[in-house]
């Protein structure tokens, strides 16, 4: 991430919005900032500036945020929330489960593919879809995903109703969830209930053959024991586009894995434009005295997002 191509398209949104800002890279120094717009922030940042009164986080993840641990308790954290995002990662999903469902691999370039006429459908029976994590990100894949066909069902920590979709919530609902899942797309943000939920318990429900699919945070997956179930057959395969160390190690086993297939946390990179112009729309609100708790996007610390 550039921070010119945020000042940028921060400033041409803040213009757009009528906001009379001045947006600054910040190099170190102390400029008087009365919010900080940022992606993983040195501490100092928060010692040097004093009159910050809401950071906004550029992406929709906080996790890393949190864990650094580097912005003072009191001053309020925003988030996005889709900004353009929703659609992008969308469509990755959809192309995952295109791949997996409809066997796309096997017409894959030499050496890998077979280089055969043959039409056959790899299964008559199309496979049911389970997304983990209801929010924005979420609710967008589900959707996407329904619009093929594909019956589809989401998990959420509280209860959600979403039209013509089955949900299920809570961890007493999880295990249903999973028996009838034949590919998981997991969606959700890393908090202290999500990380490492999907671990060999968990993977033993899933129907033998079962495929996963990650764009939500590493950490909500047991490396080993996804591992464990690929190389025991009960899994399928994996499609992994985060990890719980990013950039993935290169002796990490994922790497050289026949089951899994790594993008490099490329499912939906923040677009400038939309985000810079949520940020914009959330900066005005605040100067025009709403309550930061009632913004969209606005970041419950308990709760982790
Ligand atoms: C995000 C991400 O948090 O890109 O937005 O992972």
């Known amino acids: 991430m550039s921070p010119e191509g945020w000042r940028d398209a921060l400033s041409r949104s803040f213009a757009a919005a009528g906001l009379d800002a001045e947006v600054q890279p910040w190099n170190g120094q102390p400029i008087g900032a009365r919010y900080a717009v940022v992606w993983l922030p040195p501490a100092d940042l928060f010692a040097a500036e004093k009159e910050l009164r809401a950071v906004f986080n550029l992406g929709a993840g906080v996790d890393a945020l949190l864990a650094r641990g580097v912005v003072p308790e009191q001053l309020p954290i925003v988030r996005l929330v889709d900004a353009g995002m929703a659609a992008e990662i969308a469509e990755y999903v959809c192309f995952a489960i295109a791949r997996i469902a409809r066997g796309l691999d096997r017409f894959a370039p ?92 968990a993977f033993a429900q899933m129907p033998e053959g079962a495929h996963v699919i990650n764009v939500g945070r590493g950490g909500t997956i047991v490396d080993e024991d996804l591992l464990a179930a690929l190389d025991e057959g009960h899994l399928a395969s994996a499609t992994l586009d985060v990890f719980r160390v990013e950039p993935l190690p290169a002796g990490h086993p994922f790497w050289a894995h026949p089951k899994v297939t790594v993008t490099p946390h490329i499912a939906a990179p923040t677009p400038y434009g939309p985000a810079a112009e949520q940020i914009a729309a959330g900066l005005k609100r605040l100067e025009q005295g709403m309550p930061v708790r009632d913004l969209p996007g606005y970041v419950d610390r308990s709760a982790g997002y």
């Open 110 to 201: 030499p050496p890998h593919g077979l280089r055969e006429w043959s039409s056959a459908q790899i299964s008559d029976e199309t496979p049911r879809v389970g997304v983990l994590g209801l929010g924005a990100m979420g609710a967008a894949i589900l959707e996407a995903v329904a619009r093929f066909g594909y019956p589809v069902a989401g998990w959420s920590r509280s209860p959600r109703k979403i039209a013509g979709v089955e949900t299920f919530a809570g961890a007493a609902e999880l295990d249903a969830f999973l028996a009838r899942t034949q590919i998981l797309v997991d969606a959700l943000p890393l908090t202290l209930e999500t990380q490492n939920l999907l671990d060999r318990r």
